[in-house]
């Protein structure tokens, strides 16, 4: 499991990376966090946001 923390805003930015927040679950506050499955869809899709978000790795 990986627990994101969105650090930045996501005000001006592309529509691509507002629609990948919008589906790992992100709120539009900062300091927000979420826990996602660690999967290889989901990486990717993470590895497109890596300079808004903060990662951790949480066991279960």
Do not use: C, Y
């Amino acid at each position: 499991m990986l627990k994101l923390t969105l650090r930045k805003s996501w005000i001006g930015r592309p529509q691509k990376q507002l629609n990948i927040l919008k589906s790992l679950g992100f709120g539009k506050k900062i300091n927000s966090s979420v826990v996602v499955k660690d999967t290889d869809a989901n990486r990717k899709s993470i590895q497109k946001i890596t300079h808004l978000i903060e990662i951790e790795e949480v066991t279960e």
